[in-house]
């Protein structure tokens, strides 16, 4: 009885291996989408906020995306640390949106044929001032920010009250830093000599008139710049101030320096007939 049992499971174990190794032999085989267990992903570049066309990128204006390999197109840039340092610096040819895959097609590089045409507002212009380590923030303004520029001068006429010999004045309000001496990028030098260096030119988007405006003032004194906040609103032309400063307003010691006459007083003096003249003392 234990025989004929054994026996019979025997036979039932032999079929259904049997029809197992049927089954899958009738199987079609898988295709390569099936075949795949999980979708590859990869890290891409990416705008870490909104990206206006004609913008230039900054470092902060990068991120990084994780997606489907299988899904980006193969213009997207990966994201590798010399990816990042050829972005800084290029300019958008249109918009980005936030999250969105940078493609090798939205941005035109600096030195390619029209990059600062292209770079400049319909009806701006490109000027350039010379500064130093001091008047030029110590290398801290970067192609895309927006400046202020201080006009300083010296007053060498001797009649002239001390208090009255030196006179600042900001002579463009928020004009856009498009270039750093003869790079569009300034930071994207590497670890080199380069990197260390000084700049010694720094040119702006002005208007037409503004322009004229900054060749004479650079002939009038020193220029220095000052970084507008990013908050502050950007404007669509380059405006104009004429509040003066002068030097007894910062230094009460000028307007109490020996000799120095703060309300001079006219004194008219009769030479007879008609004539007479007007002293001040």
């Known amino acids: 009885m234990v025989l004929r049992f054994t026996l019979f499971s025997v036979l039932i174990l032999g079929l259904v291996g049997f029809l197992g190794v049927a089954w899958i032999g009738l199987r079609p085989a898988p295709t390569p989408q099936e075949m795949v267990a999980a979708p590859v992903r990869g890290s891409y570049l990416s705008a870490a906020r909104p990206i206006r066309a004609g913008s230039l990128l900054r470092p902060d204006d990068i991120t ?7 899904t980006v197109p193969p213009e997207a840039r990966r994201d590798t640390p010399q990816s990042r340092a050829e972005l800084v610096g290029q300019m958008a040819l249109r918009p980005v949106g936030q999250g969105s895959p940078f493609m090798a097609e939205d941005f035109l590089r600096p030195g390619d044929r029209g990059f600062l045409a292209a770079l400049l507002a319909p009806g701006m212009r490109a000027a350039s001032i010379g500064v130093d380590a001091i008047s030029g923030i110590s290398g801290l303004i970067w192609p895309g920010d927006r400046v202020d520029v201080v006009l300083t001068q010296t007053i060498g006429d001797e009649t002239v009250p001390l208090e009255r010999r030196i006179a600042g004045q900001t002579v463009l309000i928020d004009s856009r830093v498009i270039a750093i001496d003869q790079a ?10 380069e990197a260390n260096r000084q700049v010694r030119t720094v040119t702006l988007e002005v208007a037409p008139h503004a322009a004229e405006r900054l060749a004479v003032a650079a002939r009038l004194g020193r ?3 000052t970084i507008r906040a990013s908050a502050d609103r950007e404007g ?5 101030t004429d509040s003066v400063t002068w030097g007894g307003d910062v230094s009460p010691a000028l307007r109490a320096a020996p000799g120095t006459v ?3 007083r006219p004194i008219q003096v009769h030479l007879g007939g008609n004539r007479r003249e007007e002293f001040r003392f």
């Open 262 to 264: 703060t309300n001079p």
């Open 223 to 225: 220029l220095s710049l």
């Open 184 to 193: 569009i990028v300034q930071g994207a030098v590497g670890d080199g000599p």
């Open 236 to 240: 669509d032309a380059v405006q104009e």
């Open 64 to 70: 990084s995306v994780e997606l489907d390999v299988a």
